[in-house]
């Protein structure tokens, strides 16, 4: 049955309008000019809204498009009969924005900027999980923010690196890619590349502390690096003495 409603013409003919509105300024909602008085938008409201009321809705199907419907026509003139708000809004129409599909994109970002510090937060207690599925709805809404991108490398570096490591790397080498001198953003790379045993990631470490000498990891990782081969040097160095010493021992009988 909702089926067969879903098909009817006049609910598709509703989704349509909902779509068109969205992306409608509240003056074209009403189909108004900009310039249009009080008088012609309160007469305006009454013709549109009363064919979109909730209770009009022909079929069940359609009460739910129609209550949307009719809130964005509310949400017209409740803005444009208040003279204050309405200079308010004209302003964010000067702006490029005025349809419910900008206000909706305005308040994602503002979500997404709350969502980054939330992260930040659990980055800093450490708590990986939860700084994951946060960081995963702000890449969602904005998939080219730098900090989201290089806070979520570094979580799933935390969580499991060589079952994220395809997605590390492209988060990564997007940062990489967009900014100059993102010595944290090599760093990241190296420690993925490592957890995949891969020689380039020394030469990344050495980028991020040229970078920034006061890159702490960075400078840890080099350190070790160096010790490692040091200490592989001395014990190169102590088989070869003892098979001279031995050699030396032979030749003397």
């Known amino acids: 049955a909702a089926d067969a409603g879903e098909n009817d013409p006049r609910f598709k003919a509703a989704k349509v309008q909902l779509h068109r509105m969205e992306h409608w300024t509240y003056y074209e909602m009403l189909d108004l000019k900009p310039s249009a008085s009080q008088d012609e938008i309160r007469a305006a409201y009454t013709r549109l809204a009363t064919q979109y009321h909730p209770d009009r809705a022909p079929i069940p199907e359609l009460k739910s498009l129609y209550t949307e419907i009719f ?126 045993n891969d020689k380039r990631a020394m030469g990344l470490f050495k980028m991020a502390l040229e970078m920034n000498p006061g890159n702490v990891e960075a400078l840890r990782e080099v350190r070790l690096f160096e010790m490692r081969k040091e200490k592989k040097r001395e014990e190169a160095n102590s088989v070869s003495n003892q098979l001279s010493s031995l050699i030396d021992r032979f030749r003397k009988r």
Not at 80 to 106: C, F, H, M, W
Request: glycine residues 6%; proline residues 3%.
């Open 71 to 196: 809130a964005l026509f509310n949400a017209a003139f409740g803005t444009l009969n208040n003279p204050k708000g309405r200079e308010q809004y004209d302003e964010s129409i000067a702006g490029g924005g005025g349809t419910p599909a900008a206000q909706k994109q305005v308040q994602a970002v503002l979500e997404t900027v709350q969502d980054t510090h939330r992260a930040e937060l659990m980055v800093k207690r450490r708590d990986w999980v939860e700084a994951e599925k946060i960081l995963r709805r702000v890449v969602a809404v904005s998939p080219d923010d730098i900090s989201a991108n290089l806070m979520l490398a570094q979580c799933l570096l935390q969580i499991a690196p060589q079952q994220h490591f395809k997605d590390i790397v492209v988060m990564l080498r997007k940062v990489i890619d967009t900014t100059e001198n993102n010595d944290k953003a090599h760093y990241l790379m190296g420690m993925a590349l490592k957890t995949n």
